[in-house]
């Protein structure tokens, strides 16, 4: 009997795994039949290849809800369109979590036929048929969680005062009305879009970010827009027109100078620009968490990629061009890697609201026909790391240029185009190689020009002889900051933050050292081999020294490990909060520490650095063994450039006249001891 009754469960069981997994498998043929089954979850829906209107659901049934969770949704070859005016709300929701929605398109349609928007005046006489939006709303909202929409394209139509962007204002604040109709909405968590295509004719976002949207990733896509000439505006004769009604003007920028009749001060219509009509292409607001766009293309929207009022944001193998706006914006920290823009119509980036501790990597690319009165980039904000590179092509004949306003930052132009330092800069590292003029009307600036740019991989260094802080290659939570002795260091170092140099070969090292300032206890510094929760190499401990640009050197001996190139993190401790102390290098060393090489390392001084001809070593009280002491100069790369003796001389100098401009190190050394010190050679 046992055992028919366990043959009996175990058939049940098999019988109705066979009905779920074909349950599971749906394949349907109406937008009606798919809506119902979308609520469910665990499945696999197929919504039939074809043509869909939204229209062949009733009127009270048209918004089509993902509710279901756990499902895999296939619209391969799937059209729907949506005939303007048909609904006026966000249609397409996807509320359920862990969905994967595969293919589709979805396609705003007018009922007479027209793609393109040419006449707005005619356009804008039709508002039921034609200029007509979702009162804000987005096409399609993604407010569930981990969900992945891969493949699908939107084409967006329909809004009140699309031809005239933002010129007569945007949401409550406007002259003539306004009925916006966005792309896609991400309101949920950890979702992911992938070869999405957004194309806007409409005004309003493409791709956007609200409320608890965060880690959220959009990779392998395009939003594209459209733009118009300004002085296209003056072509609109007839009396319905916008640009008519204002009488060729622009309302002023305030909450209630958008009412006509405009004041007195506002100004014409330009005729040299260019504006989108469409605002921006991908965009964060306020209180949204990380976003990381990937490989990602924006073109001719109001901004391109403009994540700065989210918490963070990292952008890697992108192009944003001919924006109106701005084509790039971050938040404080955000990262830019491998990625384009140009400033055709508006500056690459403006640097929106002067966020702080940005690490971008640009290529600019040609606009020899740019309009309006713009700069190339506006650089605002502090403690930037910041590389331009350039395209080939032809130049631009106006003479614009790199413009910077704030402080602290390090920038490196390998292009053609001019850097302006406004009289508000101090602090900046500016280091140009690839023709541009530098004009510094600010204060304590260091300006580097080289003729190659081959030879400004000395500037940056990362190899065991010499880490310069602020080069690494990845970090978090911490900032740049001018260093009282010369160039940068790294500050606002909480714990649990760290700073990560790639490829470090650490063949031979014996010890390793750490240039730090600061005036508390119980601070460290952790070495990690592979990740941040890798090998503990050893740690070093951090000396209080009283101040946070009070400098000194602190030393510790290394086990033994296996010896190799290793990806090295520097892993930073403390037991307070708030920040713990500053760095302005690490380096390893060959050479096994004996005495205390703290106190060795705070009583010699070196001076003055940055140096352009005479470098003095002031050997203060430190115990060398003249006989066998050695004072050498160093390129990162370990090159030998400079050796000279003591000989008993406690104040020895170098003269480094005939060094290439770059960073050195300094090694002070006997037969027991070693002290690295770094060199800034203008």
């Known amino acids: 009997m046992k055992k028919l009754k366990l043959h009996k469960i175990v058939t049940v069981v098999f019988l109705l795994s066979i009905y779920q997994n074909i349950s599971a498998q749906i394949v349907v043929n109406t937008l009606a039949a798919f809506r119902t089954a979308i609520t469910n979850s665990n499945q696999e829906i197929t919504l039939q290849a074809g043509n869909y209107n939204l229209e062949d659901l009733i009127s009270s049934e048209r918004v089509i809800t993902f509710s279901g969770s756990n499902n895999t949704i296939n619209l391969t070859n799937v059209l729907i369109q949506v005939p ?151 072509n609109e004769t007839d009396p319905n027109s916008f640009p008519y009604r204002s009488d060729y003007k622009l309302p002023e920028t305030s909450d209630t100078a958008y009412e006509m009749p405009f004041s007195s001060n506002v100004q014409p219509i330009p005729t040299d620009q260019v504006f989108s009509l469409s605002e921006d292409g991908i965009r964060s607001y306020t209180g949204t968490g990380s976003v990381t766009v990937e490989n990602c293309t924006v073109k001719k929207m109001r901004g391109g990629i403009r994540l700065y009022l989210g918490s963070s944001a990292t952008v890697t193998n992108s192009i944003a061009v001919d924006c109106g706006s701005t084509n790039y914006n971050m938040p404080s920290g955000g990262t830019i890697s491998n990625s384009s823009g140009n400033f055709a119509y508006a500056p690459l980036s403006d640097f929106r609201l002067s966020r702080n501790s940005m690490d971008i990597e640009w290529t600019i690319m040609p606009s020899p026909n740019a309009t309006g009165p713009h700069n190339i980039v506006d650089v605002l904000g502090n403690s930037h790391k910041i590389v331009f590179h350039r395209t080939p092509g032809p130049i631009d004949e106006t003479n614009r240029a790199i413009v910077v306003t704030g402080n602290n930052s390090t920038i490196t132009n390998e292009t053609e185009y001019d850097i302006v330092l406004e009289s508000t800069t101090s602090g900046n590292t500016i280091i140009s190689c690839g023709g541009g003029t530098i004009t510094d009307n600010g204060s304590n600036n260091t300006i580097l020009t080289y003729a190659s740019c081959e030879e400004i991989n000395n500037l940056c260094p990362k190899t065991a ?189 170098l003269n480094v006249s005939n060094v290439k401009s770059g960073i050195y190190v300094l090694k002070i050394s006997d037969k027991h001891n070693v002290i690295s010190k770094k060199i800034v050679k203008l």
């Open 84 to 234: 303007v005016g048909s609904i006026r709300e966000s249609y397409i929701l996807v509320t359920g979590n862990n969905n994967i929605i595969n293919g589709g398109e979805i396609e705003d349609i007018y009922r007479n036929g027209l793609t393109e928007i040419t006449d707005f005046v005619a356009y804008h006489q039709d508002g039921t048929n034609l200029a007509y939006g979702l009162r804000g709303a987005a096409v399609m909202t993604v407010s569930g969680t981990d969900n992945l929409v891969d493949g699908l394209k939107l084409t967006v139509r329909g809004s009140h005062l699309y031809g005239y962007g933002s010129m007569y204002g945007i949401n409550q604040y406007n002259t003539f009305g306004m009925n916006k109709r966005c792309g896609l909405l991400i309101n949920g968590a950890r979702n992911t879009l992938d070869n999405v295509e957004v194309q806007m004719r409409a005004f309003g976002h493409g791709i956007y970010m609200q409320g608890e949207a965060d880690e959220t990733v959009i990779k392998n896509s395009l939003v594209e827009g459209r733009v118009r000439a300004y002085a296209d505006l003056y």
């Open 465 to 653: 002889e010499l880490m310069e802080a602020e080069c690494y290659d990845s970090m978090l939570g911490i900032q740049s900051e001018t260093s009282s002795e010369g160039g940068s260091n790294i500050g606002y170092i909480d714990d649990g933050d760290w700073v990560k140099f790639e490829a470090i070969d650490l063949a031979g090292i014996k010890s390793v050292n750490a240039r730090t300032a600061g005036k508390y206890d119980g601070g460290s510094i952790e070495v990690r081999l592979g990740a941040v929760a890798g090998t503990l190499l050893t740690t070093i401990p951090v000396t209080n020294r009283g101040g946070w640009q009070v400098w000194g050197t602190d030393s510790v001996n290394i086990p033994s490990f296996t010896e190799g190139v290793y990806d090295v993190f520097f892993v930073f401790k403390g037991t307070k909060t708030g920040s713990l102390y500053n760095i302005n290098w690490f380096s390893f060393s060959s050479q096994s520490l004996s005495i205390d090489s703290n106190s060795l390392g705070s009583a010699i001084s070196v001076f003055p650095n940055p140096v352009s001809n005479e470098l003095t070593i002031s050997l203060g009280k430190a115990n060398l063994n003249s006989s066998d002491s050695k004072i050498t100069l160093y390129s990162i790369k370990g090159e030998k450039v400079l050796e000279v003796n003591p000989e008993n001389n406690n104040t020895p100098t």
